[in-house]
């Protein structure tokens, strides 16, 4: 059973910075793109950012140049570093990955969701 295990997140102060992790585990054949999602309250999810496979990246206009999306291969893991962070950052934030199981067909993963919460 494939599963997405996040976490990272926390209270950080308006500036500060914070660094997600997102590890895929179980029996994986192949992952594509790996991203991760946000939702405030009282709003709808939102992507933040996007990785491929091979490493390219895109980013929702409001984090551009602020937060920066990576992934090891080779752990099956992917990270989100956000510095400059704003409270309109505040929301729980999702692990989404689309994975292709050994012997199953590929589908998106989801993981559990963390708080990050941006406060004086």
């Known amino acids: 059973q494939v599963q997405l295990m996040e976490s990272g997140g926390g209270l950080v102060q308006p500036g500060g910075s914070l660094r997600l992790s997102c590890a895929a585990s179980?029996?994986?054949?192949?992952?594509?793109?790996m991203g991760w999602y946000r939702q405030a309250p009282g709003k709808q999810r939102e992507l933040v950012t996007v990785?491929?496979?091979?490493?390219?990246?895109n980013y929702a206009d409001s984090v551009k140049g602020r937060f920066t999306i990576s992934r090891d291969n080779a752990k099956n893991t992917v990270y989100l570093q956000m510095n400059s962070l704003k409270p309109e950052d505040t929301a729980v934030y999702y692990c989404?990955?689309?994975?292709?199981?050994?012997?199953?067909?590929?589908?998106?993963?989801w993981g559990q969701g963390t708080q990050v919460t941006v406060s004086s």
């Open positions: 989404n990955a689309r994975i292709q199981p050994v012997h199953i067909l590929e589908r998106d993963y």
């Open positions: 990785i491929t496979s091979g490493g390219s990246a």
């Open positions: 179980g029996s994986i054949f192949r992952i594509n793109d």
